[in-house]
């Protein structure tokens, strides 16, 4: 996803990239244009005078006496403009100073009926304004005696053109360029330099993109590189946590029940029966995930965890309890969820782990239907981590031996739990439990063969007094 971001992103600063430059050679482009048509309108300019004192002079070199058409004067000029070149496909034309008449023209040849026509009364656009073209020539007269040069319409195109009066003659001689002749020249000029923009642009913009998505590929591929490893040593950090917080929880497990021998192994089983069960619910229960497996399977170790403040006197007492002991025995619900609390504000955030413990040392001993301790929880009102705990532990009371009774078997427990459905226990986790009863029973039978194998000492009675999931320990005994 991040990459196909990135790569957006290259595709948006490719375009900028093309756009802003494509921008400045269209406005380079013009302001060339405007600067190289500025420059050929001046040298067309320059050149329609000096061809207008050139026609001038070799006029006044032949000296003739009259232009009318026909004479030799007219012959000799017609002479001297058909030797005459004009660049930008422009002509010469000679008309009549009084009349506007044309004389001479460059076209006259191959069309004599131009003499019928008045060029002199054209519009002339000049800086000074629109005038007629032979008021305009009649200017040249009375300033400097230079051309008069304007822009004049004829047929529907447009020409540059320079005018120049010959009182002498009464004649007026206009030199035409072609103002699309011009256009064009300015277009000659600025194509290439817009084409070799428009190639250097590409060639930048794709040069730039190239390089920026490789080296984007590189640092894709370097904090990909990156990201693993430090994924790796995040999950190797989280791995050795996890297995310190399970050993520190399994160790303050075993010394608040230091007095059984079996202790440690009571806890491995717990721990196993509470995965079991938590993921065959998690199939059913959204609020189940793996991390709640694993915190869940490390925090049962410390349900009994408040035994360590219940008297020896209670705890190893093999004879029946009083009521006085066994209210001092329940109280190690509460014990242990006080400490558990007190843990939690200590490390002042809010850690999954330490919040499933307490859950479990408060809870585990409440009941379905609410005739539980310590506080008389009923229903989904007791956390789901104590009801999945309630069960396993009582599972693993029924089918492990004791000094005041022998271990049941693996169907009888069932039998038992199965009997508290819906009265003592969840009936989803006792639901779960049968799902997975085969699992339950290989890992009971597997830990009685391990027990009767290496069994050197009478077992210890701590764990009797903890079984009141299934009730007081001593009905818990009389029940089995």
Not at 109 to 131: E, Q, Y
Not at 172 to 194: F, G, H, K, N, R
Request: glycine fraction near 8%; charged fraction near 20%.
């Amino acid at each position: 996803m991040l990459i196909k971001r990135r790569r957006l992103l290259i595709f948006l600063l490719a375009a900028s990239q093309l756009g802003c430059m494509s921008f400045g050679i269209l406005w380079a482009s013009q302001w060339l244009q405007r600067a190289f048509a500025g420059c050929i309108q001046r040298n067309a300019a320059a050149e329609s005078e000096t061809l207008t004192f050139e026609l001038s002079r070799r006029l006044a070199d032949r000296s003739p006496k009259t232009l009318a058409p026909g004479t030799k004067g007219w012959r000799e000029l017609q002479e001297i403009c058909e030797t005459t070149r004009v660049p930008h496909n422009g002509f010469v034309s000679i008309i009549h100073r009084s009349t506007g008449a044309l004389i001479w023209h460059s076209e006259l040849k191959d069309n004599p009926g131009l003499l019928r026509s008045f060029p002199g009364r054209s519009a002339l656009v000049t800086r000074a304004g629109v005038m007629p073209l032979l008021e305009g020539a009649r200017r040249s007269e009375l300033g400097a005696k230079r051309p008069i040069v304007g822009e004049v319409e004829i047929q529907g195109d447009l020409f540059r053109a320079a005018c120049l009066s010959l009182p002498r003659w009464d004649a007026v001689i206009v030199v035409y360029m072609s103002q699309a002749s011009l256009d064009a020249s300015v277009a000659e000029l600025v194509t290439p330099v817009l084409q070799a923009g428009f190639v250097l642009t590409a060639a930048v913009v794709g040069a730039t993109t190239l390089l920026t998505l490789l080296l984007v590929t590189k640092f894709d591929n370097s904090l990909h590189t990156l990201s693993a490893s430090v994924e790796q040593e995040v999950d190797r950090r989280t791995l050795a946590l996890t297995r310190s917080r399970s050993a520190l929880a399994l160790g303050l497990a075993k010394l608040a029940e230091s007095r059984d021998k079996d202790a440690g192994q009571h806890l491995e089983r717990i721990r196993t029966y509470v995965t079991i069960l938590a993921t065959e619910l998690a199939k059913q229960n959204s609020e189940i995930d793996h991390h709640y497996v694993a915190n869940l399977a490390s925090a049962s170790a410390l349900h009994d965890i408040g035994k360590i403040g219940v008297p020896d006197s209670v705890i190893l007492k093999l004879g029946r309890l009083t009521s006085a002991e066994r209210r001092a025995m329940q109280m190690h619900t509460v014990l242990g969820g006080e400490c558990l609390t007190n843990v939690a504000q200590f490390l002042g955030a809010a850690d999954q782990f330490i919040e499933l413990g307490r859950q479990i040392a408060a809870a585990h001993h409440e009941q379905w239907d609410g005739s539980g301790y310590p506080q008389g929880l009923q229903g989904k009102a007791i956390p789901l981590a104590a009801r999945i705990v309630a069960l396993a532990d009582v599972y693993d009371a029924l089918t492990t031996r004791r000094a005041y009774r022998d271990a049941v078997s693996h169907l009888e427990a069932r039998e038992w739990i199965i009997s508290n459905y819906g009265a003592q226990f969840d009936p989803e986790v006792v639901e779960a439990f049968v799902a997975r009863e085969q699992d339950f029973a290989k890992i009971s039978l597997a830990a009685n063969e391990q027990r009767i194998a290496g069994e050197t000492a009478a077992p210890s009675a701590a764990s009797g007094h903890g079984v009141g999931a299934v009730g007081t320990p001593d009905s818990a005994r009389s029940a089995v």
